[in-house]
């Protein structure tokens, strides 16, 4: 029997945008190494995929990132096929006709340069800082308490009931529950309905997968639809507030804020809390249920854990940096720029491939090591810093910290019963469907 050998891998046989091979097989990262090593500013063509520079080096990413004067946001905010880029536009256009506003407006602040960025960003900005996070530390804590508990409870009783056949999802019935517990709280939706904010966040980000489809769906009837009902439950809160007065909260903070003398359009007013509600639960679920998966896959890194409280803080930073979540955003060159001896043409696309940088040799020592003692963390999970920094980062550390604080005393009694099921968003975030543990025999 003749087997052909797998292509080598070159510069010109590369391939970082396959969905699919995310989906069934990870990240690329054999394939970043090599972009790092011999074109860390690399001019990326392939079918179905308008051309790009593919940044791969930490230096780069937070250089482009720190000079938004050069590389603009309002024009492509991430990487997508063509195909996919128009139907997001038919959908923009749709609910633009169906809710009011323009399909060219910015979809939210983050498709917006300085000084526009700044202040829409500035709106809510209070509700995220270390401080009031510092504030939120035991009602956080609280919190993790007693959904670990329940956790380990369905655990030990999936056990007993299948023995060796049992197996208890991480993402629903752990990762998912603080991150929305809290977002939601922030925002002011009422308890009820936060696994509905959870469940829109998991089918808007898992568009493609039929699994998150009706009978008779397809990818756009299914994203109308969730867009819809979030939209009506949204309308439904922001009526409430006219009603029975504004709060402390973030939607009361987006109906009152100003922005050069106006109040924000109904249209800004959505997305802006649809952007607060889904970033503030996707990407932090994901980084813990990739954290347990980590923790459990290098068991003398856990027992540390176990047996040393203090370094839940750096175990954190660890699995932000590890699990890197974010996988790319986009900019366009407002003119022309030189980077590494490239000329970066104003108008073209670069495309910043943020854990191709957390693996960065020339950053991070051993960077394929999982260490939660490592001392020099300076990782993209966040974003590269500059103006686009995520604005939910100390909410994400608190809440990780809280959980993974919790985790320690039961995490020996875990151990991994699958493969994690992915699901890739636009090659966006490196989304985890779900990932199964069972109590490991004593």
């Known amino acids: 029997m003749v087997t052909s050998e797998a292509p080598r891998l070159t510069l010109d046989t590369l391939d970082i945008t396959d969905s699919d091979r995310y989906r069934d097989h990870g990240y690329p990262w ?50 997508n096929t063509a195909q996919k880029l128009t139907q997001q536009q038919t959908e ?136 819809g009902q979030w939209f009506r439950h949204t309308q439904g809160l922001i009526e409430e507030r006219h009603r029975n007065g504004f709060g402390e909260d973030l939607l009361s903070d987006l109906l009152q804020a100003e922005i050069d003398g ?54 954190v930073e660890e699995i932000l940096r590890w699990t890197s979540i974010v996988i790319q955003f986009q900019r366009t060159a407002v003119q022309d720029v030189e980077l590494r001896g490239q000329t970066i043409r104003k108008g073209e696309s670069v495309v910043l491939w943020y854990p191709s940088a957390n693996r960065d040799e020339e950053i991070f020592e051993d960077p394929y090591k999982f260490d939660i003692t490592r001392k020099e963390n300076d990782h993209f999970a966040f974003g590269g810093y500059g103006e686009h920094f995520c604005l939910g980062a100390s909410l994400a550390r608190w809440e990780m910290r809280s959980i993974f604080h919790a985790l320690r005393p039961i995490l020996p009694q875990l151990e991994i019963a699958a493969d994690p099921e992915y699901v890739i968003s636009f090659l966006h975030v490196g989304g985890i469907k779900r990932q199964m543990v069972r109590h490991r025999p004593a």
Request: net charge negative; hydrophobic share 40%; aromatic share 12%.
């Open 92 to 227: 923009r256009e749709f609910q633009t006709n169906r809710h009011g506003g323009d399909p060219s407006d910015p979809q939210d602040f983050i498709w917006m340069d300085p000084p526009e960025h700044r202040q829409h960003r500035g709106i809510v900005a209070r509700h995220f800082t270390p401080r009031v996070m510092k504030t939120l530390e035991d009602h956080f804590g609280e919190l993790a308490e007693n959904y670990v508990s329940d956790f380990a409870d369905k655990v030990v009783a999936s056990f007993a009931d299948k023995g060796a056949d049992s197996a208890v999802d991480v993402v629903h019935e752990l990762s998912a529950k603080l991150p929305v517990a809290a977002i939601c709280d922030m925002g002011g939706v009422p308890e009820e309905d936060w696994e509905k904010i959870f469940e829109w966040t998991e089918a808007f980000a898992g568009q493609d997968d039929p699994e998150y489809w009706e009978p008779g769906e397809n990818s756009f009837q299914a994203t109308q639809r969730v867009v």
């Open 262 to 315: 106006r109040n924000l359009t109904p249209d800004e007013v959505h997305n802006y809390f649809f952007l607060l509600l889904g970033a503030g639960n996707e990407t932090t679920r994901n980084a813990i249920t990739g954290g347990v998966k980590a923790l459990l896959d290098h068991p003398e890194q856990m027992q540390m854990l176990v047996e040393d409280e203090s370094l839940v803080p750096s175990a």
């Open 30 to 79: 054999a394939e970043w190494d090599l972009l790092r090593r011999e074109a860390p500013i690399y001019w990326y063509q392939r079918p179905g995929f308008e051309p790009f520079w593919a940044i791969t080096r930490h230096a780069d990413i937070r250089y482009i990132s720190a000079h938004p004067e050069l590389f603009s946001n309002s024009q492509m905010l991430r990487l």
